[in-house]
């Protein structure tokens, strides 16, 4: 038989461990309340992007000197053809053979070095120093790509700014400003371009093309587009923090690529929603998840 002794321990056991929940629970507690469980968001920090400052330009590929060859006298007959358009030809390169009236012939040479843009030569026409050339040259295969820009644009642009060029059914080439016309035209208020082509292979002239010629750069606080929240209060970016969301009330600048300079409103380093919305809303408890770990 068990003494009063021997059972006191097994008596005050209970009461210890319920005293020891009764301090544990709140810190628990504490901790449920400091993690709060929500929807999981895609999230991203925000880093540091330079973007080019552009300016757009649609117009056309032409040749930058072109060179007529005729023969300096009239009554001869061509004889033979050596090059034709499409050619790549040299300073001196013979280009086509003339009979003369009185007998003999005269060759016809490249005055400079070049590509042949057009040609009339053809066995047993005439030719002369007047009506239609017998070869055009474009002068050391040199393009330009000429635009309008419009005037708010114009005071920006200067020479050797570089730019990227896309010529329809050819693909992108470099290019740099050569010129820019001193005038607007009055009634479209457009000014004229010239951007040389740097491409060494042959373009085909009056084809259409567009460049954006870099004006300067920024560097600042990038985000994706999808980030930014357009509403009546202004543009906002949602940021997390300590597993809430915050709406940020941003400067936007300049766009490339799908990312936005953000001037003013998010720091670098800062947890960004990476595809903002309305449903998410101030204060929201979430679980941020970060865009590297959601693939």
Do not use: H
């Not at 038989?1 to 810190?27: F, G, N």
């Not at 009554?75 to 040299?90: H, M, Q, S, W």
């Not at 010239?194 to 600042?220: D, H, M, V, W, Y």
């Amino acid at each position: 038989m068990k003494t009063v002794a021997t059972l006191r321990p097994l008596l005050v056991l209970p009461a210890l461990l319920t005293a020891l929940l009764a301090l544990v629970a709140p810190a628990f507690a504490a901790d449920e309340a400091e993690a709060p469980k929500g929807a999981a968001v895609t999230v991203l920090k925000a880093a540091k992007a330079c973007f080019g400052n552009l300016v757009e330009v649609s117009g056309f590929i032409l040749a930058r000197e072109e060179t007529a060859v005729r023969p300096e006298r009239p009554g001869l007959k061509v004889a033979e053809v050596l090059a034709e358009a499409g050619d790549t030809v040299t300073a001196g390169q013979n280009l086509a053979r003339l009979n003369q009236p009185e007998g003999g012939f005269q060759m016809i040479q490249a005055p400079v070095a070049g590509t042949i843009s057009a040609s009339t030569a053809t066995i047993g026409a005439m030719a002369g120093a007047r009506g239609e050339a017998l070869f055009s040259i474009i002068a050391r295969s040199e393009y330009d790509l000429v635009g309008l820009v419009p005037s708010a644009d114009i005071a920006r642009l200067a020479v050797n700014q570089p730019a990227t060029i896309r010529v329809v059914g050819l693909g992108y080439v470099q290019g740099k400003v050569r010129r820019v016309a001193p005038t607007i035209e009055p009634n479209s208020q457009l000014g004229q371009v010239f951007i040389a082509i740097t491409a060494t292979q042959r373009l085909p002239i009056n084809s259409s093309g567009r460049a954006e010629i870099k004006t300067g750069q920024s560097c600042g606080v990038a985000v994706p587009l999808a980030a930014i929240l357009y509403t009546p209060a202004g543009t906002v970016v949602q940021v997390v923090r300590r597993n809430r969301v915050e709406t940020k009330r941003v400067e936007v600048g300049l766009t490339d690529g799908g990312q936005v300079e953000i001037r003013d409103g998010v720091n670098e380093g800062d947890i960004v929603v990476a595809r903002a919305g309305s449903l998410l809303r101030e204060g929201d408890p979430v679980r941020p998840v970060m865009a590297a770990d959601a693939k």
